[in-house]
């Protein structure tokens, strides 16, 4: 009984894959530096907003062990720190993304040399 015949993939159509993957991480290079910005600007307006409310609570005379609770809890600080969270998870989603393309594009560079 011989062996199965090897299947080869069509060196045009590895071709075709690299191209469209290469194409998927320079987007992706574009989207995770725009994710990037929006992570950051996200965590600035956040503590910005804290630090104001901090002070006005303090300035309110509240006990200084009671400030950051209470000011976390207020609900425009509470809203900006969920954006934030909300920004940096979109931030690792796109980078685990990236990655997954990347390690496409690796098995295709190996699918590429297993058919020389």
């Given at each position: 009984?011989?062996?199965?015949p090897?299947?080869y993939?069509?060196?045009?159509?590895?071709?075709?894959e690299?191209?469209?993957v290469?194409?998927?991480?320079?987007i992706?290079?574009i989207?995770i530096?725009?994710?990037?910005?929006d992570?950051?600007?996200?965590?600035?307006?956040?503590?910005?907003?804290l630090?104001?409310e901090?002070?006005?609570?303090?300035?309110?005379?509240?006990?200084a062990t009671?400030?950051n609770?209470l000011?976390?809890?207020?609900?425009?600080i509470a809203?900006l720190?969920f954006?934030r969270?909300?920004?940096?998870?979109l931030?690792?989603?796109g980078l685990?993304s990236?990655k997954?393309?990347?390690t496409e594009a690796?098995?295709?560079?190996t699918?590429s040399?297993?058919?020389d």
């Open positions: 009984m011989s062996a199965p090897k299947k993939i069509e060196l045009s159509e590895i071709i075709h690299m191209r469209e290469r194409k998927r991480l320079n992706a290079s989207q530096f725009n994710l990037a910005r992570k950051a600007e996200a965590e600035r307006k956040y503590k910005v907003a630090r104001q901090m002070l006005k609570l303090k300035k309110e005379g509240h006990a009671l400030i609770d000011a976390k809890g207020e609900e425009t809203q720190r954006e969270d909300i920004a940096k998870e931030y690792v989603s685990e990236m997954q393309t990347r690796s098995l295709l560079q699918i040399k297993y058919n």
